[in-house]
């Protein structure tokens, strides 16, 4: 129904920045909440950001200030702008897609971030 591709993701040094994509299969945006969550080694996966179908964002208290979640319904992509980097930032990230009015959530095959230096 609907398949999410991520793509960004690798070795990023603390203090820089790197933006991830997700690329939707057809047009969704409309109607699916999108967001981003990350699991990092051995932890539970977590909530980062989140763009609903109105385009209101939520942040995770962890990367408020830091992280930006966009999206360009052209292309049928979202972005998860990440500047100043942290150890603590390290994971695997997945896209996720909500519906907005029934149970229906789709999941991307993730994308590893290491920031290491």
């Known amino acids: 129904q609907v398949q999410l591709v991520e793509s960004g993701g690798g070795l990023v040094q603390p203090g820089g920045s790197l933006r991830l994509s997700c690329v939707a299969s057809?047009?969704?945006?409309?109607?699916?909440?999108m967001a981003w969550y990350r699991q990092p080694p051995g932890k539970q996966r977590e909530l980062v950001a989140r763009?609903?179908?109105?385009?209101?964002?939520t942040y995770a208290d962890s990367v408020k200030g830091r992280f930006t979640i966009s999206r360009d319904n052209a292309k049928n992509t979202v972005y998860l702008q990440m500047s100043s980097l942290k150890f603590e930032d390290t994971a695997v990230y997945f896209c996720?897609?909500?519906?907005?009015?029934?149970?229906?959530?789709?999941w991307g095959q993730g994308t590893q971030v290491t920031v290491s230096s």
């Open positions: 763009i609903s179908v109105i385009g209101s964002t």
């Open positions: 057809r047009d969704i945006f409309s109607v699916y909440h």
């Open positions: 996720n897609a909500d519906h907005s009015w029934s149970t229906a959530i789709y």
